[in-house]
């Protein structure tokens, strides 16, 4: 498996706390191009030899906005089974959260963040289940439920289609504020 050519912006890039613009369809065959390339570029940054092989960090979920392409388009790329190498992905076009959970969750060890290259200590909070509204890549509207890892995911990437780097929800004064209130995964 070849690692595509993409460049992804790093956290000091303007263009990552704008607004991504929805997206009309059809798609052009750049869009399709550039969401392949996000698939392929996930899973092989979850396979560890390919991982050391391209000195890449591993990572679950991409926006186009990272890599400078300013359309609501995400994806995410998760192992079925640890250590399986085998992938479900998620393509998800113009999202939009319609509900979630009033339980709160966080990433106990930090979330991260492929245009982020360095460690953040602090809570993200995060609903542990969500309900989501997107498009696929022929422009059908579907509605997709997520709890736990997968719920992190879809929210930490529609948080960047908004601006909104992990980072910034961060309490800096107290980055471990209301820790007692969430359940940690």
Not at 44 to 64: F, P, T
Not at 151 to 177: M, T
Request: hydrophobic share 40%; aromatic share 8%; proline share 3%.
């Amino acid at each position: 498996m070849e690692l595509p050519k993409i460049k992804i912006l790093n956290e000091k890039d303007h263009r990552l706390h704008q607004i991504s613009k929805k997206v009309d369809f059809p798609l052009s065959d750049q869009d399709k191009k550039m969401i392949d390339d996000m698939l392929v570029y996930l899973k092989i940054s979850q396979i560890e030899e390919l991982q050391q092989k391209y000195n890449i960090r591993a990572g679950w979920g991409l926006s186009a906005c990272q890599l400078g392409i300013m359309k609501r388009i995400f994806v995410v790329v998760e192992e079925t089974e640890p250590g399986s190498e085998v992938f479900k992905n998620y393509v998800l076009i113009n999202p939009k959260i319609l509900s979630h959970s009033e339980e709160q969750i966080y990433v106990g060890e930090g979330e991260g963040c492929l245009s982020v290259d360095r460690d953040i200590v602090g809570i993200v909070p995060r609903f542990a289940r969500i309900t989501i509204q997107a498009q696929d890549i022929d422009g059908n509207v579907f509605e997709l439920r997520a709890r736990e890892e997968l719920s992190i995911a879809f929210q930490h990437e529609i948080d960047h289609l908004n601006g909104i780097l992990f980072v910034d929800k961060i309490d800096r004064k107290n980055p471990f504020k209301d820790k007692e209130t969430m359940r940690e995964i």
